[in-house]
């Protein structure tokens, strides 16, 4: 089946401490992004990437960075400098960045802080 | 710069009745325009996405959606709510231009309870 994956369902965090969300995809997708949502504010893009190798930032991407080097994996990394990390993360992905162009998601991260 | 308004944040109705979700759109260019579902805990799931082929659209599980321009509107309907239905839904823009990388603007995001 095709589809997106997310790993691990729920992750938890010490103070101080780096970790890393884990996103792939076997759709065969160039674009993929990752979204943090809150309750109350809808979904915010943090990073996406067009291409292999290559990405960008998003609305709010303090705190985050991602690796892209190979097609099917996206993983993000919330730093230490991330001082509210407590959120739900969803990865998504579509065919190509573009107009109108359907972003599919995958199951979700919750993390949480210890 | 595009942004999406969803009026409610939760909508209850009973179940048979019917459903209707509203969003309200800005951009200064031709949306496309999404409604996603997400059930608790899970990842968002499309329901339906307007892309000017017609301004009637269809999606999954009976839900359709009207693209009104004059209205800037893409409001949500089901003829028949079915307990099932419960769930969070969000509507979304993305627009043309050529700054444009295909970034969705997500609505705050409905929640509706159905009652039995």
């Known amino acids: 089946d095709g589809g997106i994956t997310q790993s691990p369902k729920y992750l938890f965090r010490k103070e101080g401490q780096n970790v890393t969300l884990s996103c792939e995809q076997n759709?065969?997708?160039?674009?993929m992004y990752w979204y943090r949502q809150d309750p109350g504010q809808g979904l915010r893009l943090i990073y996406y990437?067009?291409?292999?190798?290559?990405?960008q930032k998003g609305d709010i991407a303090e705190g985050y960075s991602v690796s892209r080097e190979k097609k099917e994996s996206f993983p993000l990394t919330v730093t230490s400098a991330q001082k509210n990390p407590t959120a739900f993360y969803l990865c998504?992905?579509?065919?190509?960045?573009?107009?109108?162009?359907?972003?599919?998601f995958g199951p979700g991260t919750r993390l949480l802080v210890l | 710069a595009q942004s999406v308004t969803q009026l409610g944040s939760h909508v209850s109705v009973s179940e048979g009745a019917l459903v209707l979700l509203r969003c309200n759109y800005s951009?200064?260019?031709?949306?496309?325009l999404f409604w996603y579902v997400q059930y608790p805990n899970q990842g968002l799931q499309l329901l339906l996405k307007y892309t000017s082929a017609a301004t009637l659209v269809k999606g999954i599980n009976g839900f359709e959606a009207e693209f009104k321009k004059s209205e800037t509107s893409f409001h949500l309907t089901k003829p028949s709510a079915h307990m099932s239905d419960a769930a969070e839904y969000f509507c979304a823009v993305t627009g043309h231009g050529s700054s444009n990388t295909g970034k969705l603007i997500f609505g705050q995001g409905t929640t509706l309870q159905v009652k039995p």
């Open positions: 998504a992905s579509s065919l190509r960045t573009g107009h109108g162009e359907t972003q599919y």
């Open positions: 951009s200064s260019v031709p949306p496309y």
């Open positions: 990437s067009q291409i292999v190798n290559d990405f």
């Open positions: 759709l065969n997708h160039d674009a």
